[in-house]
Protein backbone atom coordinates (compact mmCIF):
# COMPACT_ATOMS: atom_id res chain seq x y z
CA UNK A 1 0.00 0.00 0.00
CA UNK A 2 1.40 3.74 -1.10
CA UNK A 3 2.70 5.71 1.34
CA UNK A 4 2.38 2.72 4.31
CA UNK A 5 5.47 2.76 6.86
CA UNK A 6 4.90 -0.95 8.36
CA UNK A 7 4.16 -4.20 7.49
CA UNK A 8 0.69 -5.35 6.30
CA UNK A 9 -1.00 -9.06 6.61
CA UNK A 10 -4.81 -9.35 5.42
CA UNK A 11 -6.84 -10.56 7.59
CA UNK A 12 -10.57 -12.60 6.90
CA UNK A 13 -10.07 -10.88 3.67
CA UNK A 14 -12.76 -12.85 1.99
CA UNK A 15 -15.31 -12.27 4.70
CA UNK A 16 -14.58 -8.67 5.49
CA UNK A 17 -12.67 -7.38 2.86
CA UNK A 18 -10.11 -6.07 5.42
CA UNK A 19 -6.14 -5.39 5.56
CA UNK A 20 -5.18 -4.97 9.19
CA UNK A 21 -1.72 -3.19 9.57
CA UNK A 22 0.79 -4.59 11.76
CA UNK A 23 3.89 -2.47 13.55
CA UNK A 24 5.60 -5.50 14.74
CA UNK A 25 5.47 -8.78 16.64
CA UNK A 26 4.93 -6.51 20.51
CA UNK A 27 1.67 -5.10 20.00
CA UNK A 28 1.81 -1.28 21.72
CA UNK A 29 -0.78 -0.12 24.08
CA UNK A 30 -3.89 1.78 22.53
CA UNK A 31 -2.90 5.64 23.72
CA UNK A 32 -5.89 7.58 25.05
CA UNK A 33 -6.99 9.01 22.17
CA UNK A 34 -10.33 10.70 21.84
CA UNK A 35 -12.18 11.02 18.61
CA UNK A 36 -12.12 15.09 18.60
CA UNK A 37 -8.53 14.74 19.27
CA UNK A 38 -7.51 12.33 15.82
CA UNK A 39 -10.01 14.46 13.91
CA UNK A 40 -7.57 17.89 15.18
CA UNK A 41 -4.34 15.77 14.26
CA UNK A 42 -4.95 14.71 11.26
CA UNK A 43 -6.35 18.36 10.55
CA UNK A 44 -2.85 19.54 11.37
CA UNK A 45 -1.87 17.16 8.50
CA UNK A 46 -4.84 18.26 5.76
CA UNK A 47 -5.83 21.12 6.75
CA UNK A 48 -9.84 22.43 6.09
CA UNK A 49 -8.73 25.29 5.00
CA UNK A 50 -6.73 23.73 1.80
CA UNK A 51 -10.10 22.06 0.92
CA UNK A 52 -12.81 23.13 -1.71
CA UNK A 53 -15.13 25.52 -0.45
CA UNK A 54 -17.77 23.09 -1.27
CA UNK A 55 -16.30 20.19 0.18
CA UNK A 56 -16.80 18.73 4.32
CA UNK A 57 -13.70 17.84 6.08
CA UNK A 58 -12.89 16.11 9.03
CA UNK A 59 -15.96 15.08 11.59
CA UNK A 60 -18.92 15.20 10.06
CA UNK A 61 -20.69 11.96 12.32
CA UNK A 62 -19.97 11.16 15.82
CA UNK A 63 -18.95 11.98 19.57
CA UNK A 64 -15.55 13.75 19.75
CA UNK A 65 -15.49 12.94 23.47
CA UNK A 66 -15.81 9.00 22.79
CA UNK A 67 -11.85 7.01 23.34
CA UNK A 68 -10.53 5.58 19.81
CA UNK A 69 -10.75 1.70 20.02
CA UNK A 70 -9.57 1.11 16.59
CA UNK A 71 -9.18 2.95 13.06
CA UNK A 72 -10.71 1.45 9.67
CA UNK A 73 -9.67 3.64 6.43
CA UNK A 74 -11.60 3.27 3.20
CA UNK A 75 -12.10 5.54 -0.04
CA UNK A 76 -15.70 5.93 0.40
CA UNK A 77 -17.87 5.31 3.52
CA UNK A 78 -20.55 2.96 2.08
CA UNK A 79 -22.86 1.51 4.37
CA UNK A 80 -21.21 -1.80 4.28
CA UNK A 81 -17.61 -0.42 4.90
CA UNK A 82 -19.45 1.07 7.97
CA UNK A 83 -20.50 -2.34 9.16
CA UNK A 84 -16.96 -3.80 7.98
CA UNK A 85 -15.16 -0.77 10.20
CA UNK A 86 -17.51 -2.01 13.33
CA UNK A 87 -17.37 -5.86 12.55
CA UNK A 88 -13.15 -5.66 12.93
CA UNK A 89 -13.26 -3.52 16.41
CA UNK A 90 -12.80 0.40 14.58
CA UNK A 91 -15.25 3.01 15.93
CA UNK A 92 -13.77 5.76 13.50
CA UNK A 93 -14.30 5.02 9.88
CA UNK A 94 -11.54 7.96 8.44
CA UNK A 95 -12.17 8.11 4.32
CA UNK A 96 -11.04 10.23 1.21
CA UNK A 97 -14.64 11.13 0.02
CA UNK A 98 -17.27 12.68 2.84
CA UNK A 99 -20.50 10.51 3.59
CA UNK A 100 -22.29 13.45 2.46
CA UNK A 101 -22.32 16.99 0.66
CA UNK A 102 -25.15 18.38 0.48
CA UNK A 103 -27.31 17.44 4.20
CA UNK A 104 -29.28 14.70 3.44
CA UNK A 105 -32.92 15.28 3.99
CA UNK A 106 -34.03 11.66 5.70
CA UNK A 107 -31.92 8.95 8.02
CA UNK A 108 -33.05 5.44 7.54
CA UNK A 109 -31.80 2.13 7.10
CA UNK A 110 -31.12 1.17 3.73
CA UNK A 111 -28.37 -0.30 1.75
CA UNK A 112 -27.50 2.61 0.09
CA UNK A 113 -27.59 6.52 0.42
CA UNK A 114 -29.45 5.80 -3.27
CA UNK A 115 -32.72 4.44 -0.88
CA UNK A 116 -32.28 6.78 1.92
CA UNK A 117 -29.55 9.86 1.39
CA UNK A 118 -28.85 9.66 5.25
CA UNK A 119 -28.62 5.72 5.24
CA UNK A 120 -24.70 5.58 6.13
CA UNK A 121 -25.34 8.53 9.05
CA UNK A 122 -27.88 6.09 10.26
CA UNK A 123 -25.46 2.87 9.82
CA UNK A 124 -22.78 5.20 11.50
CA UNK A 125 -25.06 5.99 14.78
CA UNK A 126 -26.42 2.67 15.15
CA UNK A 127 -23.02 0.70 15.09
CA UNK A 128 -21.39 3.61 17.16
CA UNK A 129 -18.49 4.43 14.58
CA UNK A 130 -17.87 7.75 14.00
CA UNK A 131 -16.94 9.30 10.16
CA UNK A 132 -15.02 11.67 9.50
CA UNK A 133 -12.85 12.50 5.37
CA UNK A 134 -10.25 14.30 4.00
CA UNK A 135 -10.87 14.52 0.46
CA UNK A 136 -9.91 17.74 -1.24
CA UNK A 137 -7.71 17.93 1.52
CA UNK A 138 -5.95 14.81 1.15
CA UNK A 139 -5.85 15.60 -2.70
CA UNK A 140 -3.65 18.78 -2.25
CA UNK A 141 -1.30 17.63 0.35
CA UNK A 142 2.32 16.95 0.26
CA UNK A 143 1.91 13.57 0.87
CA UNK A 144 -0.25 12.90 -2.06
CA UNK A 145 1.85 14.49 -4.51
CA UNK A 146 4.16 11.22 -4.85
CA UNK A 147 1.82 8.99 -4.96
CA UNK A 148 0.83 8.45 -8.81
CA UNK A 149 4.73 9.32 -9.27
CA UNK A 150 6.17 6.38 -7.42
CA UNK A 151 3.44 3.90 -8.26
CA UNK A 152 4.06 4.62 -11.98
CA UNK A 153 8.14 5.21 -12.22
CA UNK A 154 7.83 8.66 -12.70
CA UNK A 155 10.48 11.31 -11.18
CA UNK A 156 8.01 14.01 -9.82
CA UNK A 157 9.52 17.94 -10.35
CA UNK A 158 6.79 19.89 -9.27
CA UNK A 159 3.17 21.18 -8.57
CA UNK A 160 1.66 21.75 -11.74
CA UNK A 161 -1.11 23.88 -10.43
CA UNK A 162 0.00 25.12 -6.76
CA UNK A 163 -2.26 26.51 -3.89
CA UNK A 164 -1.38 29.96 -3.26
CA UNK A 165 1.90 30.27 -1.07
CA UNK A 166 2.20 26.38 -0.66
CA UNK A 167 4.19 25.45 -4.06
CA UNK A 168 4.57 21.77 -2.15
CA UNK A 169 0.94 21.59 -2.25
CA UNK A 170 -1.98 21.70 -5.05
CA UNK A 171 -3.13 19.65 -7.93
CA UNK A 172 -1.55 17.80 -10.39
CA UNK A 173 2.34 16.93 -10.52
CA UNK A 174 4.15 17.49 -13.76
CA UNK A 175 6.63 14.72 -13.99
CA UNK A 176 9.70 13.42 -15.75
CA UNK A 177 10.11 9.96 -17.34
CA UNK A 178 13.19 8.12 -16.38
CA UNK A 179 13.36 4.93 -18.14
CA UNK A 180 16.62 5.96 -20.00
CA UNK A 181 14.39 8.71 -21.80
CA UNK A 182 12.26 6.61 -23.80
CA UNK A 183 8.82 5.89 -22.54
CA UNK A 184 6.20 5.43 -25.00
CA UNK A 185 2.35 6.10 -24.09
CA UNK A 186 1.73 2.00 -25.35
CA UNK A 187 4.43 1.04 -22.61
CA UNK A 188 2.84 3.55 -20.32
CA UNK A 189 -0.67 2.57 -20.31
CA UNK A 190 0.88 -1.18 -20.13
CA UNK A 191 2.36 -0.12 -16.49
CA UNK A 192 -0.89 1.81 -15.67
CA UNK A 193 -2.75 -1.89 -16.51
CA UNK A 194 0.33 -3.67 -14.45
CA UNK A 195 0.20 -1.65 -11.56
CA UNK A 196 -3.50 -1.34 -10.83
CA UNK A 197 -4.62 -4.26 -12.62
CA UNK A 198 -7.31 -2.53 -14.45
CA UNK A 199 -7.08 -1.65 -18.44
CA UNK A 200 -7.10 2.31 -18.35
CA UNK A 201 -9.05 4.43 -21.38
CA UNK A 202 -6.61 6.20 -23.50
CA UNK A 203 -6.61 8.82 -25.98
CA UNK A 204 -3.59 9.39 -28.47
CA UNK A 205 -0.98 7.40 -30.61
CA UNK A 206 0.69 4.24 -28.49
CA UNK A 207 3.89 4.68 -29.93
CA UNK A 208 4.47 8.33 -29.39
CA UNK A 209 7.47 8.89 -27.18
CA UNK A 210 6.80 10.59 -23.71
CA UNK A 211 8.95 12.97 -21.88
CA UNK A 212 6.88 15.03 -19.72
CA UNK A 213 3.84 13.39 -17.94
CA UNK A 214 1.21 15.01 -15.28
CA UNK A 215 -0.34 12.98 -12.85
CA UNK A 216 -3.96 13.91 -10.99
CA UNK A 217 -5.95 11.24 -8.67
CA UNK A 218 -9.51 11.74 -9.33
CA UNK A 219 -11.39 14.20 -11.56
CA UNK A 220 -8.87 15.77 -14.19
CA UNK A 221 -11.65 18.81 -14.07
CA UNK A 222 -9.99 21.78 -15.94
CA UNK A 223 -6.47 20.29 -15.67
CA UNK A 224 -5.69 19.51 -18.91
CA UNK A 225 -5.54 22.94 -20.52
CA UNK A 226 -2.25 23.42 -17.70
CA UNK A 227 -0.75 20.58 -18.75
CA UNK A 228 -1.25 22.15 -22.50
CA UNK A 229 0.45 25.06 -20.85
CA UNK A 230 3.28 22.94 -19.39
CA UNK A 231 3.95 21.43 -22.43
CA UNK A 232 3.15 17.86 -20.89
CA UNK A 233 2.53 15.44 -23.84
CA UNK A 234 0.10 13.47 -21.13
CA UNK A 235 -2.23 13.55 -18.41
CA UNK A 236 -2.43 10.69 -16.39
CA UNK A 237 -5.74 10.52 -14.13
CA UNK A 238 -8.75 8.93 -12.44
CA UNK A 239 -11.66 10.42 -14.51
CA UNK A 240 -11.94 13.17 -18.00
CA UNK A 241 -15.33 14.32 -19.53
CA UNK A 242 -15.63 12.68 -23.21
CA UNK A 243 -15.79 16.15 -25.10
CA UNK A 244 -12.46 17.36 -22.80
CA UNK A 245 -10.74 14.57 -23.84
CA UNK A 246 -11.75 14.78 -27.23
CA UNK A 247 -10.42 18.30 -27.46
CA UNK A 248 -7.07 17.78 -25.24
CA UNK A 249 -6.44 15.17 -27.46
CA UNK A 250 -6.79 16.87 -31.08
CA UNK A 251 -4.66 19.40 -28.76
CA UNK A 252 -1.41 17.33 -28.79
CA UNK A 253 -2.05 15.84 -25.43
CA UNK A 254 -2.67 12.22 -24.73
CA UNK A 255 -4.62 11.21 -21.69
CA UNK A 256 -4.73 8.03 -19.74
CA UNK A 257 -7.79 7.56 -17.89
CA UNK A 258 -7.47 4.90 -15.00
CA UNK A 259 -11.21 5.49 -13.97
CA UNK A 260 -11.87 7.77 -10.33
CA UNK A 261 -11.79 5.37 -8.00
CA UNK A 262 -8.86 3.28 -9.45
CA UNK A 263 -6.72 6.45 -9.19
CA UNK A 264 -8.10 7.16 -5.52
CA UNK A 265 -8.06 3.50 -4.15
CA UNK A 266 -3.97 3.98 -3.13
CA UNK A 267 -4.69 7.01 -1.20
CA UNK A 268 -6.51 5.07 1.58
CA UNK A 269 -2.84 3.98 2.44
CA UNK A 270 -1.72 7.53 2.34
CA UNK A 271 -4.49 7.99 5.06
CA UNK A 272 -3.80 4.81 7.13
CA UNK A 273 0.16 5.97 7.41
CA UNK A 274 -1.32 9.52 8.88
CA UNK A 275 -3.12 7.63 11.44
CA UNK A 276 -0.75 5.31 12.73
CA UNK A 277 1.89 9.02 12.92
CA UNK A 278 -0.40 10.49 15.25
CA UNK A 279 -0.30 7.47 17.44
CA UNK A 280 -3.08 5.09 16.58
CA UNK A 281 -0.68 1.34 16.84
CA UNK A 282 -0.62 -0.06 13.12
CA UNK A 283 -2.73 -3.29 14.51
CA UNK A 284 -5.88 -0.88 15.14
CA UNK A 285 -5.10 0.02 12.12
CA UNK A 286 -7.41 -1.40 9.09
CA UNK A 287 -7.68 -0.56 5.46
CA UNK A 288 -11.25 -1.98 3.88
CA UNK A 289 -10.60 -3.16 0.35
CA UNK A 290 -12.64 -1.34 -2.10
CA UNK A 291 -10.89 -2.19 -5.84
CA UNK A 292 -13.86 -4.40 -6.25
CA UNK A 293 -17.08 -2.29 -6.50
CA UNK A 294 -17.13 -3.08 -10.36
CA UNK A 295 -15.39 -5.19 -13.45
CA UNK A 296 -15.01 -5.42 -17.05
CA UNK A 297 -16.67 -8.14 -18.71
CA UNK A 298 -14.84 -10.50 -20.83
CA UNK A 299 -14.94 -10.02 -24.24
CA UNK A 300 -17.06 -13.04 -26.39
CA UNK A 301 -16.57 -13.53 -29.75
CA UNK A 302 -19.62 -14.66 -31.50
Known amino acids: MVGAKKS ?67 LDPTVEAIEAAAEAGANVLVTHHPAFLAPPDSFAPATSPAVSAGAGVWKAVERGVALMAFHTALD ?44 SLGQLAARCTSVFARPPRVWGDFDRALDRVVTCTGSAGGLGRACLGARADCLVCGEVKYHDALDLSQAGLAIVDLGHD ?6 AGVLASAVEAVGVPGERVSVIAQQDNWSHPETVRI
Open 8 to 74: QKKVAASEKGLATRSSGTLSKPMPSLTVGALERALLAEFPAADAEAWDRTGLTVGDPARLVTGVAVA
Open 140 to 183: VSARAQRVLPGMLGLSFERVLEPLPGAPDKGYGQLCAVVDDGWL
Open 262 to 267: TSELPL
